[in-house]
């Protein structure tokens, strides 16, 4: 983690970092991202610059075999700095820590380059019919 950073991974109390999650996830998703996101989360990681958070993954999961990295977010002025990485990192870190067998990402199909991060971070592409999807 670059310097002057501090990447923290939160289970379940978000307590003290409520507002500067809300707030941080608001920019990106408005009113789309609530409270309730939020808190059905299993984790969240942060990256904090002199306490604002400059980068934020979310994961949610069963905590014993499934689990998808979700929101992943890096300010604009952070990006192609390695904080996306190192936070990938700290996540599937706090998921094997718990046994879990499977993690998931959805890539962003606005973000063709997400490709490439999410296979330098480790992650296998599926095979094109092997993810279904239903928007209730």
Known sequence: MNKGLECIVLEGDFGLYCDKIMDFYKLEYGDGFTEATMNNSAFIGL??????????GRVISDLSRHAQLVDLIVGESYRRNGIGSGLVKQLLGKLKEHKVIYVGVVKDSDFPWLKDFYIRSGFKPLPADSYFEIIN
């Open 47 to 56: 990256v904090l610059k002199d306490d604002i958070v400059v980068a934020a």
